[in-house]
């Protein structure tokens, strides 16, 4: 099995982040989300890994260098143009050779089970497995009946509905199936295969889950992380390091390889940084790299030395 790691959208609910950090690398608990699925994927034993790239793509390929250097060299696949999340399979053909692909959106953040998913998987037979989540408002229903996906969309009454995780195993008849050029999304073949009744394991998984690429969920994604009762083992799953965590109970804020700054209330500072003492910051993520003496007044952002952007 081989692993695909999403990487190449523009991210344009982050803008302005997004112009200067491309959206795989903006941060988690200090850590760029794609070092932190990189490792997840590494570690359940996968070790030929792709990045696909576009937008920022020479900044995106250059920090995979960083990530590699004990392992094998991760797989650079360039897009001209965005080929979507199905199209960007077709030039991977050759470098996969017929193998199974584990494939990761790069704004998702998750403590699935990779090894027990890639089990799952291989005893099930079936074309794909999809992880799922509980349903959530507003997003596409994916509909589940005795552990196998029987619709997207739409599907029977007494099925249970979820949503797709971001996170999912296909197998070569399943990129067989798929057309060979041109922009299209995966989902398009997940159809095909339903119409056709061909198995598709539907892998359910009930902990931590964040899609970091929606303003409004970003903060509430760390503060989640932050109070969850089994935040130990959440970390450990996402090779998060607790040493660094400096926790200060009186101003409600966490405090990542930096120093204690005044003035900040309910934030996540991920330093360093030059701190402003006149600085009132309220229920911000504050990215390395900061001059906080810029800012005397930011409530509900994410703030990098290039960008704010408003999140609540």
């Not at 990189?38 to 990045?51: F, H």
């Not at 005795?146 to 997207?152: S, Y």
């Not at 061909?198 to 931590?208: N, Q, R, V």
Request: glycine share 8%.
């Amino acid at each position: 099995m081989k692993a695909l790691l999403l990487a190449a959208g523009y991210g344009t609910r982050l803008k302005p982040l997004t112009d200067h950090i491309p959206k795989p690398l903006t941060l988690f608990m200090g850590r760029p989300i794609l070092d932190i699925v990189y490792d997840q994927v590494t570690s359940a034993g996968v070790e030929q890994v792709a990045v696909n790239t576009h937008h920022l793509a020479s900044v995106i390929a250059e920090h995979t260098l960083t990530l590699s250097l004990s392992k094998q060299p991760i797989h650079i696949s360039h897009e001209k143009e965005i080929l979507g999340t199905g199209g960007s399979i077709n030039p991977l053909r050759d470098w996969l050779d017929h193998d199974d692909l584990l494939i990761f959106n790069g704004d998702i953040v998750s403590s699935v089970n990779l090894n027990a998913l890639i089990a799952a998987y291989r005893a099930s037979k079936a074309q794909a497995a999809m992880v799922l989540i509980p349903h959530k408002t507003g997003t596409t229903p994916v509909f589940v009946k005795m552990d196998r996906v029987v619709g997207i969309g739409s599907g029977p009454a007494d099925a249970e509905m979820k949503t797709f995780a971001g996170i999912h195993i296909i197998s070569d008849a399943f990129i067989g199936e798929m057309p060979r050029e041109g922009f299209f999304s995966v989902i398009d073949t997940y159809q095909t295969l339903l119409k056709a009744q061909e198995p598709i394991l539907a892998f359910t998984h009930d902990g931590y889950w964040a899609d970091l690429g929606i303003p409004r969920d970003y903060l509430e994604a760390h503060e989640d992380f932050w109070h969850s009762k089994s935040r130990s083992e959440l970390a450990k799953a996402l090779q998060i390091d607790e040493k660094l965590w400096d926790w200060d109970e009186a101003q409600k804020s966490l405090f990542v390889s930096n120093q204690r700054i005044a003035g900040v209330q309910a934030s996540f500072v991920f330093g360093p940084l030059k701190a402003g003492a006149a600085s009132q910051i309220t229920k911000c993520i504050v990215y390395p790299g900061v001059d906080l003496t810029k800012h005397s007044q930011e409530h509900g952002k994410i703030i990098s030395k290039d960008a704010c952007l408003n999140l609540l």
